[in-house]
C-alpha cells in the first residue's frame, strides 16, 4: 500500500496573534498550536504517523501566509525515505509568502537510506516585503549504524523562486561525486540554512549579516565544511559538509538564532520540542 498525504496550512495574524487554518487529507497533519514566545507567533509540528516515505509515497504541503503573520514549522524527527524496489517517494513542499509575513522552516533532516528513490523538493515564493529562514539538511545513510548509502538516489530542489535555486542529484554509485575533494569528500550530511527577503537587501544590510553569520562559523570546531555567501541581494547562503547530522545541526541552529535575534529582534527561543 502507498500513501498520498496532503497538508494546506494558511496562516494570518488578527489582533497581534498569529493563527492558522489547516485542511489534511492522508497520514499527515499538524499538533496543537504553540505560542512559548508570546501569540504573535505560532509554533506548529508537522506529524506524518508512518514515519518515513516507501516507493510510490507523496507528501504535498502547501503553506500560505499572510497579513503580518509569523510561523515557525518545524518536525518530530527526520523524513525518512526507504528502501525501493521501482517507484519514486516524494516530498513536495510549496511556500507563498505575502502582506510582510515571515516563516521559519526548520524541519529535522531528510534521511535518504540504501535503495531508496527520493524527490525532496521545496519552493518558496516572497511577495511583499515577507521574509524567511529555511533550513535544508540531507543525511545519505546512517553511518553511526554501519548502514551506509550504497545504491539508490536523492533528487533535491530547494527553491527561492526567482532568485535562487539548489537543485542536483545524488546517486549512491557516482563515486567521484561521492568522494571527490570537489564533489561531496566523503561526508554523509548536507546542511543548507538560507535567510531570504522578498524585497532587495542594500549592500550594508548584505554585509552585516554576512559578517554576523561568518562571525559564529569562526567559533565553531567541529569537523565541518561551511561557507556563508550572498549569490543575490534576495539571499544569504550557508552551505555546510559533515560525518554526522549533528554537528551541522547545531551550527545551523546558532546562526538561525543570531538571524533572528540581530535581524528580527526576537528571543533565541528553540521550539519546544527540540528539548525532548
Known amino acids: 500500500m502507498t500513501w498520498h498525504a496532503h497538508l494546506d496550512l494558511h496562516y494570518s495574524c488578527a489582533d497581534l496573534t498569529t493563527t492558522v487554518k489547516h485542511e489534511h487529507s492522508g497520514p499527515l497533519r499538524i499538533l496543537k498550536s504553540l505560542y512559548p514566545e508570546g501569540t504573535g507567533i505560532c509554533h506548529n509540528v508537522l506529524i506524518h504517523p508512518p514515519s518515513g516515505l516507501v516507493g510510490g509515497d507523496t507528501l504535498d504541503i502547501i503553506i500560505d501566509m499572510k497579513d503580518h503573520a509569523h510561523a515557525l514549522i518545524t518536525t518530530p524527527g527526520a523524513t525518512r525515505f526507504y528502501k525501493s524496489d521501482s517507484k519514486w517517494a516524494t516530498q513536495d513542499v510549496q511556500v507563498k509568502m505575502k502582506d510582510a509575513s515571515k516563516l521559519e522552516w526548520l524541519p529535522l533532516e531528510a534521511l535518504a537510506y540504501d535503495g531508496c528513490m527520493a524527490r525532496n523538493k521545496c519552493v518558496f515564493d516572497l511577495q511583499e516585503e515577507s521574509e524567511l529562514i529555511a533550513l535544508d539538511v540531507t543525511a545519505l545513510g546512517m553511518p553511526s549504524a554501519n548502514f551506509p548509502f550504497k545504491k539508490g538516489l536523492i533528487e533535491q530542489h530547494f527553491e527561492l523562486k526567482g532568485h535562487w535555486l539548489d537543485k542536483?542529484?545524488?546517486?549512491?554509485?557516482?563515486?567521484?561525486?561521492?568522494?571527490?575533494?570537489?564533489?561531496?569528500?566523503?561526508?554523509?550530511?548536507?546542511?543548507?540554512?538560507?535567510?531570504?527577503?522578498?524585497?532587495?537587501?542594500?549592500?550594508?544590510?548584505?554585509?552585516?549579516?554576512?559578517?554576523?553569520?561568518?562571525?559564529?562559523?569562526?567559533?565553531?570546531?567541529?569537523?565541518?565544511?561551511?561557507?556563508?555567501?550572498?549569490?543575490?541581494?534576495?539571499?544569504?547562503?550557508?552551505?555546510?559538509?559533515?560525518?554526522?547530522?549533528?554537528?551541522?545541526?547545531?551550527?545551523?541552529?546558532?546562526?538561525?538564532?543570531?538571524?533572528?535575534?540581530?535581524?528580527?529582534?526576537?528571543?533565541?527561543?528553540?521550539?519546544?520540542?527540540?528539548?525532548l
Open 168 to 275: 542536483g542529484v545524488i546517486k549512491a554509485d557516482d563515486h567521484m561525486l561521492m568522494n571527490s575533494p570537489i564533489g561531496l569528500n566523503n561526508k554523509k550530511c548536507l546542511a543548507t540554512l538560507i535567510f531570504a527577503f522578498a524585497v532587495p537587501m542594500n549592500d550594508a544590510k548584505r554585509n552585516r549579516i554576512l559578517d554576523l553569520t561568518r562571525d559564529v562559523i569562526a567559533l565553531n570546531d567541529a569537523p565541518i565544511q561551511v561557507g556563508a555567501t550572498s549569490p543575490g541581494s534576495n539571499v544569504i547562503v550557508v552551505r555546510a559538509l559533515s560525518d554526522l547530522v549533528e554537528p551541522s545541526m547545531r551550527l545551523m541552529r546558532k546562526i538561525w538564532l543570531q538571524w533572528r535575534s540581530q535581524i528580527w529582534s526576537l528571543d533565541p527561543v528553540m521550539p519546544r520540542l527540540w528539548a
